[in-house]
């Protein structure tokens, strides 16, 4: 995609210089640069400590079996079952590990723990899920589509293929896709715009990695795995599946709206987390939280429902930033994919690592930092 933009341009791609009197040798230099700072920072971007780009090194194993086996621990996650039979692995489990730019570390901000089987909201926060899926409306199965990435292209500079082969647009692509519309709207040039996207890229940085220290030191349990233990043989009015409403189903075959869970634990939400961080950056950096975007869903436009959702024109319009943030948490609990506790303590989590990356940022701006 770089490449042919580059060459639409009249830019030469292959154009390796380092000429520090150049705009080319420029970039080159500093992309040369950032990669080597970042070099053996714990992501294992080229699996230098273990097999495979990107791999855990840490050891990390479920300790529950994929379905249809019963669960060992009702608190933990447990890996479903792929298309091909085989059951998920947990997604870069080591994360949480990896080198911050504002955080001290990735549990600096740790939240709380999530209910426990001896907690009164253990048992509610799946009955919670249940009553939401029950009573989902075309508008809330849309947010939940849309925060997905599903919609993504509506936007003309969107990515246009899933960054994960097999999911949507994940939150990182879709959030800076909204940085590019802020920077076009207040018409951001040069220095503007490289410290607007200096503090969106560490923001999503810094919240990965906090977001992975929490998912893998809980290590919580996903909604599809707690409701189908808790209600077993139980009958409950749910989601019945696409265009089927909602229906009288036995607990034991609820499905969340978003069909397939993500291949790692539940508490917190990453989207929460990464559009709250994003939020609190873009709204220091630009003064105020005014965002002003808005999305337009035609009749039977749904990914998941296209033979009957919506009804009527759907139009989903975000005037703040933090308002756009706390939909895309929202958005989890509709899809069925994340708890309560899980959006909004990801939505903590992600206004302290804004903050954080705001103020070190800061420090690099003023000149403290060099």
């Known amino acids: 995609m770089f490449r042919d933009f580059m060459c ?34 714990a992501a294992n971007q080229r699996g230098t400590l ?32 792929m298309a091909d039979g085989q059951p998920q692995v947990f997604l870069t489990a080591h994360w949480g590990v990896v080198k911050p730019f504002a955080l001290t570390w990735g549990g600096q901000f740790r939240p709380p723990r999530p209910a426990g089987q001896r907690d009164t909201a253990f048992q509610e926060q799946a009955c919670d899920l249940i009553q939401i899926s029950e009573c989902l409306t075309d508008e809330q199965k849309l947010i939940a589509e849309y925060w997905a990435g599903m919609h993504e292209d509506k936007h003309t500079d969107a990515t246009a293929t899933p960054l994960i082969p097999g999911y949507w647009c994940v939150p990182p692509s879709q959030l800076s896709r ?17 410290k607007m996207f200096f503090l969106l890229s560490n923001a999503l940085l810094d919240a990965s990695i906090a977001a992975w220290d929490s998912k893998t030191h809980y290590d919580y349990i996903r909604p599809v795995s707690l409701i189908r233990a ?7 009015e749910a989601w019945g599946g696409p265009c089927e409403g909602t229906k009288t189903i036995n607990g034991d075959s609820w499905t969340p709206y978003m069909i ?40 039977k436009s749904s990914k998941i429902e296209g033979r009957c959702t919506p009804q009527m024109e759907v139009t989903l319009t975000w005037r703040t930033f933090h308002e756009a943030a706390d939909q895309a948490g929202m958005s989890r609990r509709y899809g069925g994919i994340h708890f309560e506790m899980g959006d909004m303590e990801g939505r903590e989590l992600g206004k302290k690592v804004g903050l954080a990356v705001w103020n070190k940022a800061c420090q690099y701006f003023n000149g403290e930092l060099g």
């Open 230 to 236: 808790l209600f077993n043989e139980q009958e409950i």
């Open 260 to 299: 397939g869970s993500p291949p790692f634990a539940e508490y917190v939400s990453g989207h929460s987390t990464f559009s709250r961080a994003v939020a609190e950056v873009l709204t220091n950096f630009c003064g105020n939280s005014t965002y002003g975007e808005s999305v337009v869903f035609p009749p």
């Open 8 to 41: 639409e341009l009249g830019y030469n791609p292959d154009d390796r210089s380092l000429e520090l009197n150049t705009p080319q040798g420029i970039g080159n230099l500093s992309a040369k640069l950032v990669i080597e700072q970042h070099l053996g920072d």
């Open 178 to 194: 909204i940085g590019r519309y802020v920077s076009q709207k207040n018409k951001f040039k040069n220095a503007n715009d490289i």
């Open 50 to 81: 273990h097999a495979g780009n990107y791999s855990d090194f840490t050891g990390y194993h479920p300790v529950n079996p994929p379905p249809p086996q019963p669960l060992r621990d009702r608190e933990r996650w447990q890996p479903q079952l």
